[in-house]
């Protein structure tokens, strides 16, 4: 999956996931206990970025399935949700990617009539599939961009594709359980 900055513990109870800060307030509900962890990057002298993440796994028929659930929260600068934001914000998924050591990166734009998130929020659904060492894998996305609170949430789910049904199950349900 993405190389990804880790922090320290939200409140979590029972699977459900609930940020109290005035950063990454949102609600969701997982499969199972999350793992939560917080940083803050200094982008430079007036900007930095608060980012959480929420990391849980499970097993379906002796594949796992890992669900990552990530908050970037933005200072000193704002998100704009531009047409170039965007693709750098997918580039850099691509690039991330790449550098772990994941080939034949494929990246399909999901179109509106299948999109799993109908929310307000503006969002890009993506799929990404690649060979993780002859494990070829298959990653649900979604990033929603809050303005309000400048922040974007990544909600991705990913495993072998051979549980690929299972894989957009656990997806729509983590997608359907967000809530700001």
């Known amino acids: 999956m993405?190389?990804?900055?880790?922090?320290?513990?939200s409140l979590l109870v029972s699977g459900v996931a609930v940020a109290n800060d005035s950063a990454c307030q949102f609600d969701i509900k997982f499969s199972s206990l999350p793992k939560?962890?917080?940083?803050?990057?200094n982008a430079s002298p007036t900007v930095k970025v608060d980012i959480k993440q929420y990391l849980a796994t499970k097993v379906v028929k002796r594949t796992k399935i890992a669900s990552n659930v990530m908050?970037?929260?933005?200072?000193?600068?704002?998100?704009t949700g531009s047409e170039q934001e965007?693709?750098?914000?997918?580039?850099?998924?691509?690039?991330?990617?790449?550098?772990?050591?994941?080939?034949?990166?494929?990246?399909?734009?999901?179109?509106?009539?299948?999109?799993?998130?109908?929310?307000?929020?503006?969002?890009?659904?993506?799929?990404f599939t690649g060979d993780n060492g002859g494990n070829k894998q298959v990653i649900h996305n979604l990033a929603l961009l809050d303005k309000k609170n400048n922040q974007v949430i990544t909600i991705?789910?990913?495993?072998?594709?051979?549980i690929s049904d299972e894989i957009k199950s656990e997806y729509t349900k983590l997608v359907n359980s967000f809530s700001l």
Do not use: P
């Open 36 to 41: 939560v962890n917080s940083q803050t990057v």
């Open 86 to 127: 965007w693709a750098g914000f997918i580039d850099n998924g691509i690039k991330g990617l790449l550098q772990s050591g994941v080939t034949d990166v494929q990246f399909t734009k999901v179109g509106t009539n299948d999109a799993v998130y109908n929310g307000e929020l503006a969002n890009i659904e993506y799929i």
């Open 2 to 9: 993405y190389k990804a900055l880790l922090f320290t513990a």
């Open 71 to 79: 908050c970037q929260h933005l200072t000193g600068h704002a998100y």
């Open 156 to 162: 991705s789910v990913s495993g072998n594709e051979r």
